[in-house]
């Protein structure tokens, strides 16, 4: 093969009737997970955790098996979210996830760690190895519709998740900043790279609603969700306002009780654009 110029026009190696090589992984055959929804950001600290707990749990509430893969492996929290204490089984052929008190599956390093607040202090390629055997060696039993719970940027585990599970859409999180055009397009861009469609962008940190005269404030600053949405050409918008009772029920484990009203047209449009006959 010629070295490439890039002038297809005057080419004669036909790259495009190549077979591209796919380095999708292959779930066991005693699994089943029909949906696979990636929640990432350009930046840590922006919600993801949170943003990936509400959408499971208001999806599980709607009727659908849903689970959590936990991809965050260095600062995993979902567990804590949901007020999992236990740690994972296996089969001696399998890791089995433990199920939330509304049924949802989730499966994090935490649970297999034998104190959660163990540092895991791996490299790259370890930690991407971890999370492929996630959605590898684990029984996903009759799932409709997984979050993936991604660690922040564009490195080694993002990648490989995009690369290693059948992605069907993604979820982008950010914060009312000026940095927020940053964070959208390092996401956005990844997610082209990947030929993954991005299905809605969440503002986390929103507004805060006064408890006494129910005015709203945007105390970081403007929203500027519509906005980028619009410039990226991202079809569903979220917003979720700072409250602390949210913080409270995160601490005391009790996620899947938080009135997530705020996300109810964006779980619509997740079960409009992934609709689980297709």
Known sequence: MSECNHDCSNCSDNCSERKQESFLKALNPQSSVKKVVAVVSGKGGVGKSLV?????????????????????????????????????????????????????????????????????????????????????????????????????????????????????????????????????TKAVKMAEMMHVPVLGVVENMSYYTCPDCGKQHEIFGASKVKDVAAAFGIPHTARIPVDPTFTAMVDAGEIEKVDAHFIQELTDCLEEDLPLGK
């Open 52 to 184: 990936t707990s509400l959408l499971a749990s208001e999806m599980q509430r709607r009727g659908h098996r849903c689970a959590v893969l936990d991809a965050d492996i260095t600062g995993p929290s979902i567990p804590k979210s949901f007020g999992i204490t236990e740690h994972a089984m296996g089969t001696g052929e399998y890791l089995l996830p433990v199920t939330t008190q509304s049924g949802l599956q989730i499966m994090s390093i935490n649970l297999i760690l034998e104190n959660e607040t163990e540092p895991v202090v791996w490299r790259g390629p370890v930690i991407a190895g971890a999370v492929t055997q996630f959605w590898t060696d684990v029984l996903w039993t009759d799932v409709d519709y997984m979050f993936v719970d991604m660690p922040p940027g564009t490195g080694d585990v993002p990648l490989t998740v995009f690369q290693s599970l059948p992605v069907d859409g993604v979820i982008i999180v950010t914060t009312p900043q000026d940095l927020v055009g940053m964070i959208v």
